[in-house]
């Protein structure tokens, strides 16, 4: 028996960087960035998760909202987070999350996931730069890098 064909593997890559020339240096820029994706009419209401993804260089490669759920939490699905950022070709991701009771202390669910995220993505050599908590007032948030907790 004469093989004439052979399976392949065809692979392409579009990357588009979401905001052209836009580098995240520090908590205060993802954190200017992010909040644009918190609906200010919700965002006292119902809590979310959005991820940011970026490449080696922290440019942003895409940032997707993750989830929204009631007033006092949501799921992080991540798996689904992976999923995204393998499809992304991410190098780096920025966890973000608001509070609607203003308060700016990390829970423990929010540390255990921040930790879950960081294990995982160590795996896949992907890192998590930071997990931000946003407070529902412009300007304020908890960044758990700059507090130690990533």
């Not at 009631?70 to 999350?97: E, M, P, Q, S, Y």
């Not at 998590?128 to 890098?145: C, K, T, V, W």
Request: hydrophobic share 45%; glycine share 6%; aromatic share 6%.
């Amino acid at each position: 028996m004469e093989i004439t064909t052979i399976a392949e593997i065809s692979i392409s890559y579009k990357p588009s960087l979401l905001e052209e020339g836009v580098k995240i240096k520090t908590s205060w820029e993802a954190a200017a960035v992010l909040r644009r994706y918190f609906p200010e009419d919700t965002i006292h209401l119902q809590e979310r998760v959005v991820v940011m993804f970026l490449n080696k260089c922290n440019n942003i490669l895409g940032v997707y909202p993750m989830s929204a759920g009631g007033v006092t939490g949501t799921v992080l699905d991540v798996r689904l987070l992976f999923a995204i950022a393998l499809k992304a070709v991410a190098v780096n991701i920025i966890l973000c999350h608001n509070h609607p009771s203003g308060n700016m202390e990390a829970s423990e669910a929010d540390k255990e996931v921040t930790e879950r995220v960081k294990r995982i993505g160590n795996l896949m050599d992907i890192k998590l730069l930071d997990h931000l908590i946003l407070h529902p007032e412009e300007g304020r948030f908890l960044s758990l890098a700059d507090e130690g907790l990533v």
